[in-house]
C-alpha cells in the first residue's frame, strides 16, 4: 500500500466520524426545525410594522460596530505582539475581560453610565447612550476581544525576516503593509471579520437592554418569540433564516480564497524592534483602550454592593446573600461543571477538525468546514429551541448532556477557526517530510503541531470556558431548576424590583470565575514556555 492510500485510509474514518458528530450536533436539530416552517410564518414577519427597521438596523449597526471591533481589535493586536511595550501580558489578559461576561453585562454597565440616570449622564449632563449609539458601543465592547484574539494568534506566526529583509531595501512601511501583511492576513482576516460580524449580528442582549425603541433582527426575535407568552416558533425560524445569510456568504467568500499561506513555518513568537515613539504610541493607545473597557466593568461592579442604585447607594452585601439564599451557588457549581466539560470536549473536536480541514484537504473537509463556518452565524436562541423540539422524547434531555451538547455545537467556530487559521500558516510539507523519515501523522501531531500550537489550544479552552460561563439563550430552553447555570439569574433578575443590582451581582461572580481560569492558564502556559526553553537559557 502506497503512502497516499494509507493516508487516505487513516484520514477517512475519522472525518466520517467528525462530519456524523456535527451532523447530530447542529443539522440534524437545524433541518428538525426548519421542517415546522409554514407560507404564513413569512407573512407574518413581512407584514409586521417593525421588521423592515429592525432588518436595516441589524445590517447598519453590526457593519459599524464590526468594522470599529476589527480595526481596534487589529490595532491592540500589533501593539501587544509586534512591540516592546511593557506590560504586554497585563494589557493581554485586560483586553480580554469584555469577553469574560454576558452580553447583557456590557449594556447593564453603559446603563449605569451613559443611561437616563447614568453616573456619566448626571455628571457631565451627557445624552443617554439608548439607540443605535448604545447597540454599536456595546457591541464592539461585546465582539472585539474575539476579533483581537484571532488576529493576535495569527500574528505570532508570521516570519518577520521578511519585514526585516524590506527594511534593508527601503521598503516603505505603507508598501510593506500592502504587498507583506495583507496577503499574509487576507484568509484569517476574512474568518475574523464574519466571526465578528455573525458574534454581533446574532446577539440580542445589548440592543434588548440598551437599544430603546431601536430593534435588530435578534432583539425582535427575543422580544416577540422569547420573551411573549404563547410566541411564535415559525416566526423564530424566519428570524433565524436571515441571521443565517453571514454563514453562507461567509462560505463563498472561503470558496473564492483558497490559497494557501505561504508564510515560512516560525517555531516561537517574534517581536520586530520598535522604536522608543512606537511604543511610547502603543503603550499609549492599549492604556486608552482598557481604560475604556475597565469603566463599564467597574460601573456594574460598585453596582453590585449598592441598595439601591441611583436612589441609595449606601454600600451592602444583601445582593449577595438574596443571590445565595436563590440557589446562586449551586447554579455556579453547575455552571463550572458544565464549561470544563464544553471547554476539554469542545477543545478536541476543535483541533482534530481544524487539523482535518486544514492539513488534510478533500471534498469532505471542505463539507466540514462549511458546516463548522455554519454554525457560527446560527443564534443561540434558534439552537437552543432546535434543540429542545430534537431532543424532547431522548435520554438527554433535562440533563446536563444535552447542555454541553448545545454549547459546543453554539460556540465551536471560533476555536476552529483558531486552530484552523495557525494550521494553514505551517509549512504544508511537514507531513511529507514526516511520511519520507517514516513518522506517521500521530507523531507528528504529539510531537511537532501540538507543542507549536499550545498558546492557540489554551486559547480555545478558555474561549469555549468563558463563553459557557456567561451564555444565557441557548441554555435557557434546555435547563431545568436542577440543570440550571448560573447565567440564568441574569435574565431572572433584570426585570425584578432591585434587579439590575441583583444581575451585577451575577455578572460580578461570572467574571471573577473567569479571570481566576484566565489567570491559571496564564501561568500554566508560562511554566510550560519555561520549560520548553534550553537549559542555560532558564539558568
Known amino acids: ?64 460596530a464590526t468594522a470599529i471591533s476589527v480595526i481596534v481589535a487589529y490595532l491592540l493586536a500589533l501593539c501587544t505582539v509586534r512591540t516592546n511595550i511593557a506590560g504586554k501580558r497585563f494589557f493581554s489578559i485586560l483586553l480580554t475581560v469584555p469577553m469574560l461576561i454576558p452580553s447583557i453585562s456590557h449594556g447593564i454597565g453603559l446603563t449605569t453610565l451613559f443611561g437616563n440616570n447614568g453616573i456619566l449622564t448626571r455628571l457631565f449632563g451627557t445624552p443617554s447612550i439608548y439607540g443605535p449609539v448604545g447597540i454599536v458601543a456595546g457591541s464592539v465592547m461585546y465582539a472585539f476581544p474575539v476579533a483581537y484574539i484571532m488576529l493576535a494568534d495569527v500574528l505570532k506566526y508570521e516570519d518577520l525576516s521578511v519585514y526585516e529583509a524590506a527594511d534593508v531595501l527601503g521598503i516603505s512601511k505603507a508598501r510593506q503593509f500592502l504587498n507583506i501583511s495583507l496577503p499574509y492576513l487576507k484568509k484569517p482576516l476574512i474568518a475574523t471579520i464574519f466571526s465578528t460580524f455573525s458574534l454581533i449580528v446574532t446577539d440580542y442582549g445589548v440592543p434588548v437592554l440598551i437599544g430603546g425603541k431601536t430593534y435588530t433582527i435578534s432583539s425582535l426575535m427575543f422580544t416577540e418569540v422569547a420573551a411573549a407568552s404563547g410566541g411564535s416558533f415559525g416566526k423564530s425560524i424566519v428570524y433565524a433564516l436571515f441571521l443565517l445569510v453571514p454563514a453562507i456568504v461567509a462560505f463563498v467568500t472561503d470558496l473564492l480564497n483558497k490559497e494557501k499561506g505561504t508564510s515560512a513555518f516560525v517555531k516561537k513568537a517574534e517581536t520586530k524592534k520598535t522604536t522608543l515613539a512606537t511604543n511610547i504610541v502603543a503603550f499609549s493607545f492599549c492604556t486608552l483602550v482598557s481604560c475604556i473597557v475597565a469603566l463599564p466593568i467597574i460601573s456594574f461592579a460598585i453596582q453590585a454592593f449598592v441598595v439601591s442604585y441611583p436612589r441609595d447607594m449606601t454600600f451592602t452585601l444583601d445582593q449577595i446573600s438574596y443571590m445565595i439564599d436563590q440557589r446562586g451557588l449551586e447554579y455556579l457549581t453547575n455552571s463550572l461543571i458544565i464549561a470544563l466539560v464544553t471547554a476539554l470536549v469542545g477543545t478536541a473536536l476543535s483541533y482534530i477538525t481544524a487539523y482535518l480541514t486544514a492539513r488534510m484537504r478533500s471534498s469532505i473537509s471542505r463539507l466540514i468546514h462549511l458546516m463548522v463556518l455554519t454554525f457560527m452565524a446560527i443564534p443561540g436562541l434558534v439552537l437552543g429551541l432546535s434543540y429542545a423540539m430534537t431532543f424532547k422524547e431522548t435520554v438527554v434531555y433535562g440533563t446536563v448532556v444535552i447542555i454541553i451538547m448545545v454549547n459546543v455545537a453554539h460556540f465551536m467556530s471560533s476555536p476552529y477557526l483558531m486552530m484552523y487559521n495557525s494550521f494553514g500558516k505551517m509549512n504544508e510539507n511537514l507531513e511529507s517530510v514526516g511520511q519520507t523519515l517514516g513518522i506517521s501523522r500521530m507523531r507528528m501531531l504529539k510531537d511537532v503541531f501540538i507543542p507549536q500550537n499550545v498558546s492557540t489550544i489554551s486559547e480555545m479552552f478558555s474561549y469555549l470556558f468563558v463563553n459557557c460561563m456567561m451564555t444565557i439563550s441557548a441554555v435557557s430552553f434546555l435547563a431545568t431548576t436542577t440543570t440550571r447555570p448560573i447565567s440564568l439569574m441574569i435574565s431572572q433578575f433584570k426585570d425584578s424590583v432591585g434587579g439590575m443590582e441583583l444581575a451585577a451581582v451575577v455578572s460580578l461572580m461570572i467574571l471573577i470565575t473567569n479571570i481566576l481560569l484566565k489567570g491559571l492558564l496564564s501561568l500554566v502556559n508560562m511554566a510550560i514556555t519555561a520549560k520548553k526553553r534550553p537549559r542555560k537559557e532558564r539558568i
Open 1 to 64: 500500500m502506497t503512502r497516499k492510500n494509507r493516508t487516505a485510509t487513516f484520514s477517512l474514518p475519522i472525518k466520517l466520524a467528525v462530519l456524523l458528530i456535527l451532523l447530530i450536533l447542529v443539522i440534524l436539530p437545524i433541518i428538525r426545525m426548519f421542517s415546522g416552517i409554514r407560507a404564513s410564518d413569512f407573512e407574518t414577519v413581512f407584514a409586521s410594522p417593525l421588521f423592515g427597521d429592525a432588518l436595516k438596523n441589524s445590517i447598519v449597526l453590526s457593519l459599524i
